[in-house]
């Protein structure tokens, strides 16, 4: 089928980073996650200013962020087969075809209507694969969701372009309405979060980071969650890699700003 000229706004742009960089390990010698589905979907997009290109040297910590994300929503699965995910910020990611899900489970994609609509197109997903055309933090959508599921919420690459409002109004709505479950997702100091906004600003992309995590302030609002996982996306990158990435992300990992840049957390309830 022939690329269609998608039209993406503010962070809804940012999908074809993470799309273009997993294309990029797929196509490598040594892949470290390998989607297979990359390449196809990029194909599928034709996309003007092309800024996402200069993202390249991060292909090794957004594919290790992506295995592990990958890791936990199989264990979530494999441990709950009547589970339910809830894939927040789903952009063109093509997690729910990369997982085996059991026949009971379920998967529900969510993003904002013009990157739902754009996902119905670029990929042929299964029927019992969900996909809700709503921002995290609308709360109709959540009516969707079976609260006596056990339920794993996975945003990746979501929560630092939503409000501190949106984030807790999300959380807040995972907790009252769904019994127990995980939470999994990556995020950023406060600190990244004017120094990446610079860095969009000068590739020309109109998206913006909000929310920095405060570990402390997010166990104390929410001492339900208890912390499972809170892992160096750099110290996945270096375990993924060998040569000189695996020598920088090693470097990187001895500077704790740097190592803390990104992390991913992991959290049950
Ligand atoms: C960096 S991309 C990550 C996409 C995907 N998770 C991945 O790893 O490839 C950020 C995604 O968050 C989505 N997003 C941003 N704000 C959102 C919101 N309020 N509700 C739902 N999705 C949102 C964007 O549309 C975009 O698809």
Redesign the pocket.
Known sequence: MAPEPVDLRG??E??L???FLRERDAASAHPILGDPFAGPALARVEYGSGAWQWFSSDTATINAR?KCLDTWAAAFLAEHPDGQVLH??????SRPLRLERPAGSRWLD???PR?ADLRRRVYDLPDDVETVAA???DPDWWDRVDGDRPTLALA???VM??TPP?VHDVVDRLLARCASGVLAFDAVPGWIVPASNATLAAFRLDARFRWGYDGSAFRARYPQLRERDDVAVTELAAAATTGPWHALYRAVDLVPHLRDAMRLHRYTF
């Open positions: 962070s809804e940012t999908l980073i993470t799309l992506a927040l910020g789903c952009g063109l990611d969510v993003d904002v990157v921002s995290v933090g990746e690459g979501l372009y939503l949106e």
